[in-house]
Structure formats: C-alpha cells, structure tokens
C-alpha cells in the first residue's frame, strides 16, 4: 500500500514534465522560424584609374587643393596656381601643365610645397626618353634614386635634397612630382607622391571643387 502511494506522486510529476515539454514545442512551433537580420554594405569606392589622356588645360582635371591636402595627410598653407605650357616640337612635346600647392604669400610657384608636372609627347617611346634622361641627369649629378610602385607603373624616386621627387612615365604622358622639405613625412615620401602621380594620371569626374 505504501509503494502505491509513493509510485503515485512520481507518475504525476513525470506527466507534468511532459506536458510542459509539449507546451514548449507547441510554443515553438507556432512562433515560426527565428528572424535573420540583415545588413546592407556599402560597395567599395572604384580603384583609381590611370589613364593615357589628353592634358586638361587647368589643374582642377589634375588634382584638386582638398585633394592634394587629403593625400599629403595635412593642408597645404597657401594658394594654389598653374602654368599651362606650349607645344614644343624640338622634343616632340605636344603639351604640358604645371600645377602648385602650398605657395607661400608672396612667393613665386617655385617655392610651393608641392608641384605637380605633366607632358604629352608624340609617342611613347618618345616620353619613355624624357623619363630616362631626366633621371640618368639626376644620377650623373650623385642623386639617389629607387623605383616606386605608381599604380601599374615603376616610377622613380629622386632624392634630390632638399626636395623629393618622383618621376613617372604612362603611355605619352611623364608626371613629375616634387615636394619641399617638410611637406611630406621622409619615410613615406614615395608612398605620398606615387599617390599624387595616381591621382593626376585619373581623370576626374566632378571638377566643380577646387
């Protein structure tokens, strides 16, 4: 008789927990499959790219002041400027545009912070001489020099003290960049100005800031 009584209470606790087991797969089911959330990304910006095109005739198609401060990692005290070149048939040159940034008040461009040059030639042949000669002159004259990666491009380095400057050649087209001493960190001055090169070798497509 004892036995009996005490199986009892056992049996209903073990339904109870069997009920509650059924309510909770019940609940489940019914609630439905559990929500994923989603999130949207945003494509990544396009990579630059360079092009073998005809010179723009202001430095806005070259590269932009917020630009160039954006780049050089800090703004450029001073004004910008450009002088925009001639043809020159002695050296098959078809064009040339030369950009500054940072010109001190009251100096002239020559002292900017940083210039950004570039030339057309006839040819490619013709502007991969004019990048040669440009640094073999620096070489003969004891500059050191060392090759930089320039978007698909082996620029050259010039450290030409006290100014640093790269030299490139795409195409028909050369870009020299120069910068003076104490715009650029020395240990990233070929990594800031490959990026200057890049810049102005990619056409824009919004001109509207400067």
Not at 104 to 120: H, L, N, R, Y
Not at 172 to 188: H, I, Q
């Amino acid at each position: 008789m004892d036995s009996a009584r005490a199986v009892r209470p056992l049996l209903l606790i073990s339904a109870a927990a069997c009920a509650a087991v059924l309510v909770g797969c019940a609940a489940r089911q019914l609630a439905g499959p559990a929500h994923i959330p989603t999130f949207e990304t945003s494509p990544p910006p396009p990579r630059p790219t360079v092009t073998d095109r005809e010179l723009p005739r202001d430095c806005l198609n070259v590269a932009t002041g917020p630009e160039v401060d954006q780049i050089v990692g800090h703004p450029l005290a001073g004004s910008t400027g450009f002088v925009l070149g001639v043809p020159d048939p002695r050296i098959s040159r078809t064009a040339r545009i030369d950009c500054y940034y940072g010109v001190p008040e009251g100096q002239p461009f020559e002292k900017a912070a940083v210039s950004i040059a570039m030339a057309t030639y006839a040819d490619e042949p013709t502007a991969a001489q004019r990048m040669r000669s440009t640094v073999d002159d620096a070489r003969q004259r004891g500059v050191a020099t060392s090759e930089v990666q320039v978007g698909p491009d082996r620029g050259v380095l010039l450290a030409d003290n006290p100014n640093r400057t790269l030299v490139d050649q795409h195409g028909k087209t050369t870009v020299l960049v120069s910068a003076a001493p104490g715009a650029l960190p020395e240990d990233r001055a070929g990594e800031i100005l490959a990026a200057l090169a890049v810049r102005a070798l990619t056409p824009h497509t919004d001109t509207t800031t400067g």
